[in-house]
C-alpha cells in the first residue's frame, strides 16, 4: 500500500482510509475524520519531526503521514489487533483454561534487535510490560562458575548465536519492580 509502482515519502488520508483501513485491514466503519484525527496525533510523535522523508507541513498534519510516521503507527495500541470491549479485565470470569483466554505475548523478550548478533537487555522486559506484554520469554543457560559455590548461574541469552547473556536474576528483579509499581497486572507468565 505504500508502494503504488513508486516508492512514497508519504501517504494521503484518503488514500490510508480507502487501500489500508477499508481494503486491508476490514474496517469498515472507519471515516475520514477519524483517520484526519488519527493524522493529526500521528504527526504530534517524535518521529514524525525527525523523519527521514522529511516533515509533514502543520497545514497539512491532518492529510499525511510518511512512511516512518505509518511503521510507528503499526507498531502503536492504534493498530491494535484486539478488541478494547474484550480487554475488560473480570476478576470474577477468571475460571476457564487459561487457552481460552487472550494473552499479550513476547518472543525474544530480552533482545533489542536481530537474534544472531544484537545486544540482550533488562529493559526490554520492562518496555514489554509496560506495553501490555503478560508472558514474557526466558532461554536460560548455565552461566560462570559462582566463586562461591562453583555452581553455574543462570543467564538469559539466545543460544548458540553471539547475542549478549544477562543474569536471570537480574531479569526477575525487574520483573518484581514492574509488579510493585503495577500490582494488578494479571497474570504475568
Known amino acids: 500500500f505504500m508502494n503504488n509502482g513508486k516508492p512514497r515519502q508519504r501517504v494521503s488520508a484518503q488514500t490510508f482510509l480507502d487501500r489500508f483501513l477499508k481494503r486491508t485491514q476490514g474496517q469498515e466503519d472507519a471515516t475520514i475524520e477519524y483517520v484526519s484525527d488519527l493524522f493529526l496525533r500521528l504527526n504530534e510523535l517524535e518521529i514524525a519531526n525527525t523523519s527521514t522523508q522529511g516533515r509533514i507541513e502543520l497545514a497539512e498534519r491532518n492529510r499525511y503521514i510518511t512512511k516512518d510516521t505509518f511503521e510507528a503507527y503499526l507498531a502503536s495500541n492504534e493498530n491494535s489487533a484486539f478488541d478494547p470491549l474484550r480487554e475488560k479485565y473480570d476478576k470474577h470470569n477468571m475460571s476457564k483454561p487459561l487457552s481460552e483466554y487472550w494473552i499479550n505475548t ?81 497474570p504475568i507468565i
Not at 544472531?116 to 514489554?128: D, G, K
Not at 508472558?135 to 566463586?147: A, N
Request: charged residues 20%.
Open 106 to 186: 513476547s518472543h525474544n523478550t530480552y533482545l533489542t534487535g536481530d537474534q544472531l548478533t544484537s545486544t540482550s537487555s533488562v529493559e526490554m522486559y520492562m518496555n514489554a510490560l509496560y506495553r501490555g506484554c503478560r508472558c514474557v520469554e526466558l532461554d536460560i543457560w548455565d552461566g560462570d562458575r559462582d566463586p562461591r559455590d562453583g555452581l553455574p548461574m543462570p543467564v538469559v541469552k539466545h543460544g548458540h548465536t553471539m547475542t549478549s547473556k544477562i543474569p536471570f536474576a537480574d531479569i526477575l528483579k525487574s520483573i518484581k519492580m514492574f509488579l510493585n509499581f503495577n500490582p494488578y497486572s494479571y
